[in-house]
């Protein structure tokens, strides 16, 4: 998604002057006279159609809303990568580089909700009838950790979880059990300090007394937060407390705590919902179009779009992310079989690229950038392109105008279609991974509403053609002219 940050807001009358003088400039057709004849071959090789073939099919069931990490997103990176050969790209050459696939590795989540994160505690204890297995399960919203922990082990009490409370004990891979609060001769303690003790010590997990009607040490109910991942941090009630150390009824309430101090109970299994796995794998494609000159080939013209979106709500509906970002995708392609059915050779290396991650934030970009297959300096001009399906035809706000003698590709290529930019904006996006590595880098966004970004509602039937159109124009133009000047 292109996260976008107006340095003004237009009054409504503005923004519509401005609307009715982009559809005159669009009526005109731009000063095609000032466009030479190589490119308004280029130019007249684009497909609308095409464009929209490319959106409806990345937002088809079949890819089911294109969540990097999903076994559905690596259909979609095979999908670009069959389509770049098509369109006459090659792959780069490069360590780690799979043909046309740059495979890295991304956190991804393995929940919907936090309220699917779930702590489940299970022991066997010895009941007035005979043996009970017992398994209790618990909200476990604040969880900090990937999740997917089993953990087994005797249950230590310590006291009040004081340091002094684990004097003599080795509580090393243990979970410990400790009651609320703090001796009354004793300064008070907080829930994070007889935590980070308790981790310091070794243990494996911590589990709290939490007395009926009383909150605990951290403000909130039964299923805790900690601050260190991976380190389950639960609080339990009196009956648990009872059964897992093989007390009456009623002792713990009443605070019994030096009888028990080093009392070892049973052996209790923790599992922790699966939350993320931090190592999924995920791709970025990549193809060029080699430079014809050998003095030139070796410098970069790069264009990107990213190409995931967010899956779907676990419930059935897809969010298919025609707009966000199939559209800037679609664009990509549109660019490379506009070069190869004109059957032009530019000066420069083209490289195009779809992104994987950026909704997750800007995962795949960032990991390209920082290795790259060619040096980063080789890079003469970036172009990114994210939501460019939808707005106000023929007019785009841009970001990344820092380098004045690259941004005049595309300010230049606007103004000869007759197209509105605007370079009064900082946007989020795949741009700012070459950016901050001072890369010549620029992103553009389509002017306008975008009413149905991150909902349902993006589909392929909801974008404007038109303003599909000029984007790909002017991104044709402009990365044709950066590769040829």
Known sequence: MYRFLLR???????????????????????SNAALREDEQKLLSAISVTRMMSDIERLCSDEFRGRRAGSPEHYAVADYLASKFGECGLSPLEGPGLEGYKQPLTMRYSLVRSKDEIRARLTYRFNGRHGPINRTRSFSYRGYNGRGGLDLESEVVFVG???????????????????????????RPITGMHKMTAAYQHGAAACLMYKPAGVRDEWGTNIGLSGSIADFPYIAVDETIVSEILSLPAGLVAKGARKPLAGARGLKVRLQITPVCDP???????????????????????????????????????????????ASGTAVVLEVARA???????????????????????????????????????????????????????????????AYPDRYRYLAESAADLGLSLRPDAVGASDHLAFARRKVPSFLLHSA???????TVR????????????????????????????
Not at 463 to 482: D, F, G, Q, T
């Open 279 to 325: 190592d999924r794998r995920t791709y970025n494609v990549i193809g060029m179009l080699p430079g014809a000159d050998p003095q030139a080939s070796q410098e970069i013209v790069l264009a990107g779009a990213h190409y995931d979106h967010l899956g779907d709500d676990g419930r059935g509906r897809i969010f298919r992310g025609a707009d966000d970002n």
């Open 339 to 401: 070069i190869a059915n004109s059957g032009l050779k530019p000066r420069r290396t083209i490289v195009l690229a779809a992104w994987t991650g950026e909704e997750a934030g800007l995962v795949g970009s960032n990991y390209f950038a920082a290795n790259p297959p060619f040096p980063l300096e080789n890079i003469v001009s970036s172009i990114q392109l994210d939501m460019v399906g939808a707005g106000t035809p023929g007019m785009f706000v841009t970001a990344g105008t």
């Open 160 to 186: 009040y979880g004081t340091d002094n409370d684990y004097a003599g004990l080795d509580v090393a891979g243990k979970i410990v059990l400790w009651l609320p609060g703090w001796p009354k001769d004793a």
């Open 448 to 454: 306008g509403e975008h009413p149905n970004g991150h």
């Open 8 to 30: 003004a807001r237009f009054s409504g009358i503005c923004l519509k002057i401005l609307v009715l003088l982009g559809l005159m400039l669009l009526s005109i057709g731009g």
């Open 458 to 485: 993006d589909t392929p039937a909801a974008i404007n053609r038109k303003a599909l159109e000029s984007a790909a124009r002017l991104a044709a133009l402009a990365v044709w002219r950066a590769a040829n000047g």
